[in-house]
C-alpha cells in the first residue's frame, strides 16, 4: 500500500475543529512564489499549480524512469499547501506582515508548495524538473527546493469557504493567548493553508483546510 502523509502525519494533516498546539520540523517542498488572486482564471497561482503537479507526479512515477531515485518508495503525493500574506503592516510599511483582506485577493503573495518525501535529494528534483520541462514542454524555472521549518504553531481544521477563515483565526488566536503564546506573522513566518479538499469538485460549505499560525511565547 502506497504511503499516504495524511494518515501517517495525523498531528500534521488531520488536526481537530478545535485549535490545538504543533511543531513542525524542517520538511523538503516544491516550491512556487508568486503574487496576485489565486481565483484568476488564468492567472500566476493556476499556472504555479500545475507546475508543482508537474514536477510532483514526475517524481512519483521516476520507478519507471532510467533515473532511480536511492531509499525511494510509493507513495500518495501529499496535499497542496500555501503560505499567504499582503504587505503593508501597522505603519503602511512595504514588506511589512500585514492582516490577511479577503475582500483584496488581488494583493495577495503566496508560496505554493507540495511536500517532498524524504528520500528526495535536490539532485533529484532537478532531474524531475528538466524532464518534466522536456516532457511538457514547458518553462519550470520558476519551481524551486525548499527547506523551510516552521517551528512553534497554533493550528485547526477549518471546514467552509476559504473567505470565512478569520472567524476560525479568531478561535485560533483566542486558544493562542489562553495558553500564554501570541501570533507570530513575520516576514519569514506566514499564514499558512494546508488543503484537503480539492476546490473544484467540492462545494464550498464542505471544504476541508488546515490553517496553521506561527506563534511565539510572551514576552
Known amino acids: 500500500m502506497a504511503f499516504d502523509f495524511k494518515k501517517e502525519y495525523k498531528e500534521f494533516y488531520m488536526p481537530k475543529g478545535t485549535p490545538s498546539i504543533v511543531r513542525v520540523p524542517k520538511m523538503n517542498y516544491i516550491a512556487v512564489r508568486g503574487s496576485g488572486n489565486p481565483n484568476d482564471e488564468d492567472g500566476e497561482y493556476k499556472q504555479a499549480i500545475g507546475l ?5 507526479f514526475t517524481i512519483k512515477m521516476s520507478k519507471k524512469e532510467d533515473h532511480q ?44 508548495v507540495i511536500r517532498l518525501p524524504e528520500f528526495v535529494k535536490k539532485a533529484d528534483f532537478d532531474w524531475a524538473a528538466a524532464e518534466a520541462a522536456r516532457k511538457k514542454q514547458a518553462d519550470f524555472s520558476k519551481v524551486e527546493f525548499w527547506t523551510y521549518e516552521e517551528g ?33 506573522i513575520t516576514a519569514e513566518r ?26 511565539r511565547g510572551v514576552g
Open 52 to 56: 508543482l503537479y508537474g514536477i510532483a
Open 152 to 184: 512553534l504553531c497554533v493550528q485547526c481544521l477549518h471546514v467552509g469557504s476559504y473567505d470565512d477563515e478569520p472567524e476560525t483565526v479568531r478561535r485560533m488566536d483566542g486558544f493562542a493567548q489562553a495558553h500564554g503564546l501570541v501570533t507570530d
Open 69 to 112: 531515485i536511492d531509499g525511494y518508495f510509493d507513495y500518495v503525493v501529499p496535499p497542496l499547501e500555501g503560505f499567504w500574506w499582503m504587505d503593508g503592516g501597522p505603519d503602511g510599511d512595504a514588506g511589512a506582515p500585514a492582516g490577511i483582506d479577503y475582500s483584496h485577493k488581488e494583493d495577495f503573495h503566496w508560496i505554493s
Open 190 to 215: 506566514h499564514h499558512h493553508e494546508i488543503y484537503l479538499s480539492d476546490a473544484r469538485k467540492c462545494a464550498p460549505e464542505r471544504l476541508k483546510t488546515v490553517i496553521r499560525h506561527p506563534v
